[in-house]
């Protein structure tokens, strides 16, 4: 009964999505709006910039190389989350459970 | 017409979304933890292929600079290169999560949600 | 998982892993691929000696100080690469401007802090990996 009512209210959010999706810009079409100035710089200085012909790379490591640094602390940090909660640091384990 | 239209141009998109109601169907209606991660990645998978979804072109090569060639198209690589960070927090989180449903098995002996409720009740009633 | 095909075709098949991996990071900038995929790929290596020949043998070829030390050592290596941006009078992290060597379009050593960067990168991911998933699989 719970089951059925999730799938219909699923079903039900997935058409909504989908409505929503046809009247987005066709895929695949160079007229796109996500296609624009931005990424024309790129395509078109990104050797003259830096030497690389990966343009991916090149963005993510020298237009953008602050935003890679960013994702180094975010991965430096679930390392300190992990170690935080596995690891016990304050006294005994059989200590904690008394409490 | 126009409708079948769209949904044939946009297919990729419509593919991300069912994935994306997939996930959410595994958050929801199953009590395993273990199945609550693995549906929350589900539907991070879906917002990365809707996110390169958005950067195809078609017939475009991959942005890749060949210098002896002049007249290539790309695809549009800022997608691309941005949802890498959407990757390394996806791994964050997963990690987060696994580590904290080995304590929750260390302290309940299961990582069933309802056997873990009904333990809580029986706790705060006696 | 104790079963000799296994433990064989690791022994077997991780060199030419770790090898992948590398080429992946090292043509990072002129080739698909990156200081990402590659570290993955290395990491991965690594975690298949931890589940098939057991946690003692991988934290000998990699302790947990040693993943520890290349982790922090990748990010501070990350910053320095920057700071000499600032000590040539540009930006923090430009490149063509701060003097790095440009080289030639599609050479392995060219592009400036590009390789540089992507080797950081590619270290970092790799010692972040192990060291989340020893973390886990430890038992204290």
């Given at each position: 009964?719970k089951?059925?009512?999730?799938?219909?209210?699923?079903?039900?959010?997935?058409?909504?999505m989908?409505?929503?999706?046809?009247?987005?810009?066709?895929?695949?079409?160079?007229?796109?709006p996500s296609?624009?100035?931005?990424?024309?710089?790129?395509?078109?200085?990104?050797?003259?910039?830096?030497?690389?012909?990966?343009?991916?790379?090149?963005?993510?490591?020298?237009?953008?190389?602050?935003?890679?640094?960013g994702?180094?602390?975010?991965?430096?940090?679930?390392?300190?989350?992990?170690?935080?909660?596995?690891?016990?640091?304050?006294?005994n384990?059989?200590e904690?459970?008394?409490? | 017409?126009?409708?079948?239209?769209?949904?044939?141009d946009?297919?990729?998109?419509?593919?991300?979304?069912?994935?994306?109601?997939?996930?959410?169907?595994?958050v929801?209606?199953?009590?395993?933890?273990?199945?609550?991660?693995?549906?929350?990645?589900?539907?991070?998978?879906?917002?990365?292929l809707f996110?390169?979804?958005?950067?195809?072109?078609?017939?475009?090569?991959?942005?890749?600079i060949?210098?002896?060639?002049?007249?290539?198209?790309?695809?549009?690589?800022?997608?691309?290169?941005?949802?890498?960070?959407?990757?390394?927090?996806?791994?964050?989180?997963?990690?987060y999560?696994?580590?904290?449903?080995?304590?929750?098995?260390?302290?309940?002996?299961?990582?069933?949600?309802?056997?873990?409720?009904?333990?809580r009740?029986?706790?705060?009633?006696? | 998982?104790?079963?000799?095909?296994?433990r064989?075709?690791?022994k077997?098949?991780?060199?030419?892993i770790?090898?992948?991996?590398?080429?992946?990071?090292?043509?990072?900038?002129?080739?698909?691929?990156?200081?990402?995929?590659?570290?993955?790929?290395?990491?991965?290596?690594i975690?298949?000696?931890?589940?098939s020949?057991?946690?003692?043998?991988?934290?000998?070829?990699?302790?947990?100080?040693?993943?520890?030390?290349?982790?922090?050592?990748?990010?501070?290596?990350?910053?320095?690469?920057?700071?000499?941006?600032?000590?040539?009078?540009?930006?923090?992290?430009?490149?063509?401007?701060?003097?790095?060597?440009?080289?030639?379009?599609?050479d392995?050593?060219?592009?400036?802090?590009?390789?540089?960067?992507?080797v950081a990168?590619?270290?970092?991911?790799?010692s972040?990996?192990?060291?989340?998933?020893?973390?886990?699989?430890?038992?204290?």
């Amino acid at each position: 009964m719970k089951k059925i009512f999730f799938i219909m209210t699923l079903v039900l959010l997935w058409g909504l999505m989908v409505a929503s999706i046809v009247q987005m810009p066709t895929s695949g079409d160079i007229e796109n709006p996500s296609y624009n100035i931005t990424t024309h710089y790129y395509i078109n200085k990104s050797i003259r910039d830096t030497n690389a012909p990966n343009i991916v790379s090149a963005i993510i490591n020298d237009y953008r190389a602050f935003d890679t640094l960013g994702e180094a602390t975010v991965l430096f940090i679930s390392i300190i989350a992990g170690s935080s909660v596995m690891k016990n640091t304050y006294g005994n384990k059989k200590e904690k459970k008394v409490d | 017409m126009e409708i079948l239209r769209g949904i044939v141009d946009n297919i990729n998109y419509i593919g991300a979304l069912t994935l994306f109601v997939i996930g959410l169907y595994t958050v929801l209606t199953h009590a395993n933890l273990l199945k609550k991660v693995i549906g929350i990645n589900i539907m991070e998978t879906s917002i990365f292929l809707f996110f390169v979804s958005i950067g195809y072109l078609r017939s475009a090569e991959s942005p890749i600079i060949d210098p002896t060639r002049a007249d290539q198209v790309f695809v549009n690589p800022l997608p691309s290169a941005l949802i890498l960070t959407g990757i390394v927090v996806a791994l964050s989180v997963t990690v987060y999560s696994l580590s904290l449903i080995i304590k929750i098995y260390e302290e309940y002996g299961t990582i069933d949600l309802n056997e873990i409720m009904e333990m809580r009740g029986n706790l705060s009633d006696g | 998982m104790d079963d000799l095909i296994v433990r064989t075709v690791t022994k077997w098949i991780v060199p030419f892993i770790q090898v992948y991996g590398i080429f992946i990071i090292l043509h990072g900038h002129i080739s698909p691929g990156g200081g990402f995929s590659g570290g993955a790929v290395l990491g991965s290596s690594i975690i298949l000696i931890t589940l098939s020949l057991g946690y003692k043998k991988a934290s000998g070829i990699i302790s947990h100080n040693t993943s520890a030390l290349l982790e922090s050592g990748s990010i501070i290596w990350y910053v320095l690469i920057g700071i000499v941006g600032i000590i040539s009078g540009n930006n923090f992290l430009t490149n063509r401007g701060s003097g790095f060597y440009m080289g030639e379009v599609g050479d392995v050593i060219s592009s400036g802090m590009i390789p540089l960067i992507t080797v950081a990168i590619g270290i970092k991911v790799a010692s972040t990996v192990i060291t989340l998933f020893h973390t886990i699989i430890e038992e204290d």
